[in-house]
């Protein structure tokens, strides 16, 4: 099969045009032309599952591996050095990152991984009601997440209703109407704008909210006539 089939099964599923303008989804590696063997799923491009894959392989990762312009092809920077072993071993790459937030990975981590019904949804941001003590809440969202350890702003000693966005989302923080927003790479300032406007906000990791992005688009693309497989790139942070 084509890349540009793969494309628009993909475009389908949940549309390209939906991406910020500042995403860089789509195809980062390759061509329509591109014939395609095999297809991996994972939320990030890294050396080791490069290594690991075959020639003709079509990975679909959540985030794009180029976001903005590259001036210079050093084979020793990051992620040149990736884009050059990815040509060289003829494996290919499309992203689906803000567009699948909006369209899938947001829904189905409120509904799926959390249990919550959504009651509102605002581009990113999902609402659902909670009606929970902070501390049962919290520990809750660190289990739903395999979370060991929570970074939280407590504002509340009960939280009535949540926001969600995964990934890094709290430059969104200024319009949340919520008791609690959960999202992650909170900063110390995140915290203190939360406080400011009385908003409990727990981490629940980059990393660890959209690790479901392959697990999700498995299910569609089980009958392209190609193998479809479920691989994660590995979580760069390691806690102690």
Do not use: R
């Not at 089939?5 to 591109?34: A, H, R």
């Not at 050059?84 to 990152?97: G, L, R, S, T």
């Not at 803000?98 to 249990?115: P, Q, S």
């Not at 995140?190 to 999700?216: L, P, T, V």
């Amino acid at each position: 099969m084509k890349l540009g089939n793969i494309y628009k099964i993909l475009d389908g599923i949940s549309p390209f045009e939906l991406q910020e303008k500042w995403d860089n989804s789509g195809v980062i590696v390759g061509d329509f032309e591109t014939k395609i063997d095999k297809v991996v799923l994972s939320i990030d491009v890294d050396e080791a599952l490069i290594d690991s894959l075959e020639e003709n392989t079509l990975l679909i990762t959540h985030h794009p591996l180029i976001f903005s312009g590259i001036k210079q092809i050093d084979f020793h920077v990051y992620p040149q050095n990736l884009v050059v072993k990815m040509i060289q071993k003829k494996i290919f790459n499309i992203a689906m990152h803000t567009n699948f937030d909006k369209t899938h990975l947001n829904k189905f981590v409120m509904e799926e991984i959390l249990g919550y019904k959504i009651e509102k949804e605002e581009d990113f941001v999902l609402y659902a009601k909670v009606d929970e003590k902070f501390e049962s809440f919290a520990k809750k969202v660190a289990d739903a997440f395999g979370l060991e350890h929570l970074k939280v702003v407590q504002s509340h000693q009960k939280i009535k209703t949540v926001a969600l966005t995964t990934g890094s989302g709290a430059s969104l923080l200024p319009q949340i109407e919520a008791d609690c927003f959960l999202t992650g790479d909170i900063k110390y300032h995140d915290a203190m704008a939360a406080k400011a406007q009385n908003i409990s906000m727990i981490d629940i990791g980059h990393y660890e909210s959209e690790k479901f992005f392959a697990q999700i688009l498995e299910k569609y693309l089980k009958n392209l006539g190609l193998e479809v497989i479920m691989s994660q790139s590995k979580n760069p942070f390691t806690y102690l």
